[in-house]
């Protein structure tokens, strides 16, 4: 099983931009990976879903605003958030999505603020 570690969040003020990473143990070739988040007080949800014929899926609420990118070589994605709303803060996790979803995988998750 390949698992996961996020890094990167921190505080940013409303309209800001923030890029947070994700390390996986193995290769991600073969694997629709992606970011999800988690507000306070509410279920997860996805936020992004990179599928395996490298097309991206956005929930529509971050459309336009949040890429998501991975780098096969370096086991390695990365979720560039941009124009970031009061609703966007969470923790952020990343993992397997669609038919390869498995929170069990996820890490810490890494939290991002969005504050003045």
């Known amino acids: 099983q390949v698992q996961f570690v996020e890094s990167g969040g921190g505080l940013v003020q409303p309209g800001g931009s923030l890029r947070i990473s994700c390390v996986a143990s193995?290769?991600?070739?073969?694997?629709?990976t992606g970011w999800f988040r988690q507000a306070p007080g509410k279920e997860h949800e996805g936020v992004a879903c990179?599928?395996?014929?490298?097309?991206?899926s956005y929930e529509d609420a971050v459309k336009g605003r949040f890429t998501a990118t991975r780098d096969k070589v370096k086991n390695t994605m990365y979720l560039q958030m941009a124009t970031l709303k009061p609703e966007d803060p969470g923790a952020y996790f990343c993992g397997g999505c669609g038919v390869d979803y498995s929170p069990a995988n996820w890490g810490q998750g890494t939290q991002v603020t969005v504050s003045s």
């Open positions: 193995g290769s991600l070739d073969y694997k629709a």
């Open positions: 990179i599928n395996i014929d490298g097309t991206t």
